[in-house]
């Protein structure tokens, strides 16, 4: 059997209750249990259960004082379409850090962890849809990766320039979004609609299209997969939404 294994650092009880006190109450988002509050050194994901032992007395043997250790801020994750309110700590002698790098290594040699080397490219799927909205199809065939931007290897605020896949022969479904849309896409021809239950319009590469914010715009890719330069100008946090069309089932068995 497989566990879902991470290390982490507590925190003293006094610390936990002054950040239960300080988080805000809003509807919108969901309170953890305050006793399982921790620091993260090293998510490992999921691991064979024969080896947790191993796991746990190698991670125990990085075990070292810390100093003192100040809470910062609050810390919206990930920057650019925030799921996630983490904290900001101060390590001013960085002997957490250097714990967090002591796990890590540990982590290589005993849980076969593989670090993030974070490639100049970080390609990651867009998880804003519901899976059953987008279908899946689209949400387990496309990557992005941007490269100008919050948190991008080109710092830009409320700015999203990037690269775009999408596999072959599938439909990218009716969408709209506040933020305006440039796609100048390197491949083609791909279809395209601007208004849910219209008929595509097939455009060739390096035929840019322009979406207006919460313009409905969809793309069935051709026969070549589609890649394309993305941007969005503005308005990059506010996710993008999906609209219902019932023409969908066609045009995906047609793909
Ligand atoms: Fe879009």
Redesign the pocket.
Known sequence: MNLRLFVAAELPDDVRAALAAWRPDDPALRAVDIAGVHVTLCFLGWVDEARVDAVGAAAMACAAPVGELAVREGLWLPPRRPRVLTIALDDPDGRLGAVQQAVVEAMVAVAGHEPEARPFLHWVSYDAYPREDIGAGFADNHAFASIIGEGCPFEAVDFDLGLFIIAPRLFYRD?H?AAP?LYAPLTGPHGWRFKPGDPLVWKDADVPVW?NPWEP?ATMTGDTPFLAIFCWTKDTSQP?KIIPSPDWPILENAS
Request: glycine residues 0%.
């Open positions: 969408h979004h849309e979406n715009h993008a």
